[in-house]
């Protein structure tokens, strides 16, 4: 396994995600509860996904001068497969957190805090799964295949079940919530949990960020074995993975209004699953080149926008 970074580039990344975290907190905080429009996610959208490309213009630049263009180019490539791969995943996560927000019928105006706390939930769980998916795989080898027996198996299933919508009733970490804690009936605007007779009670919106950073564990079971396809080097995976993350509160206003237009992104997600899951299967016969899997990803993630848009859902009678 070729790991490229030093100390000083884990501990300056790092720096970098508290402080990205902390200027969206201020942002929110210095506009209150609001709603969020398109111009306003189309504008924090650009912002993460130029961030995300800067970071691998700057590490390519750095790796091209300490340590030649062959290696530069490598890991640009990783950077930019395994972005691509997580950015693409985490479309489905958006579909949930619409079904979660329906469901409890979130106020637009709360919405935005609820998916900045659960991101930041999000960040540090993927943080230590990564981490620790990172000393299993070097320690045992074996357990490539294994992730992507489990990767065709996801993709699979994700092509049956594509339009089954999760039982929300059936969540385990719901269901033992409501039986040991005391919630609100209604919202208390951004407030997490109030005192009532001198007893903690949690709000619905603690809930929907406890839900938002489950379901983003849940979704990086499958997210973090596909990039571990493109790369071992953990600084490639946390960097790509974490990039994708900070991006997903803006993305997810971005794509909500428009989630019914992208109907078919689901299957081709499921696609992109059994692909990458076939390619560690068969990676002690064939290898498949880095920019050979970006190319095949990004055609069948255009392939299923495209064709969601020039076939769209069929209205119901009625």
């Not at 070097?138 to 079940?161: D, E, H």
């Not at 596909?226 to 974490?242: C, E, K, Q, W, Y």
């Amino acid at each position: 396994m070729t790991e490229i970074a030093n100390g000083w580039m884990w501990a300056g990344f790092a720096v970098f995600v508290v402080v990205a975290i902390f200027v969206d907190l201020v942002s929110l905080d210095r506009r209150g509860a609001h709603v969020v429009g398109v111009r306003e996610a189309l504008t924090w959208s650009a912002l993460w996904v130029g961030l995300a490309l800067l970071f691998n213009a700057g590490l390519w630049l750095w790796l091209d001068y300490s340590a030649g263009r062959e290696l530069a180019n490598l890991k640009a490539t990783e950077f930019l497969t395994g972005y691509l791969i997580e950015k693409s995943l985490s479309v489905d996560n958006i579909f949930v957190f619409l079904m979660l927000f329906n469901a409890f019928a979130v106020p637009p105006a709360q919405q935005k805090r609820a998916l900045i706390l659960g991101v930041i939930g999000a960040v540090v769980l993927r943080a230590l799964m990564i981490l620790v998916g990172a000393w299993l795989v070097t320690r045992f080898s074996w357990l490539l295949y294994v992730f992507g027996a489990f990767l065709l198996f996801t993709g699979g299933k994700m092509l049956f079940l594509a339009d089954h919508e999760p039982d929300l009733e059936k969540n385990p970490i719901l269901r033992w919530m409501r039986g040991h804690l005391a919630i609100t009936p209604g919202f208390h605007g951004d407030r997490l949990w109030l005192n009532e007779n001198g007893k903690r009670v949690f709000t619905p919106l603690f809930v929907i960020v406890i839900l938002i950073g489950v379901t983003d564990v849940i979704f990086a079971v499958d997210s973090i074995p596909a990039i571990f396809a493109i790369t071992l080097d953990p600084f490639i995976v946390m960097t790509s993975n974490i990039f994708a993350v900070l991006g997903l509160r803006a993305l997810y206003f971005l794509l909500a209004d428009m989630a019914e237009r992208f109907h078919l992104l689901k299957y081709g997600l499921a696609v992109v699953l059994v692909f990458i899951g076939s390619k560690m299967l068969l990676a002690g016969w064939l290898h498949i080149p880095v920019f050979l899997s970006l190319g095949v990803v990004a055609v069948i993630i255009a392939s299923a926008i495209a064709l969601s848009l020039l076939r769209p859902p069929a209205t119901p009678k009625g």
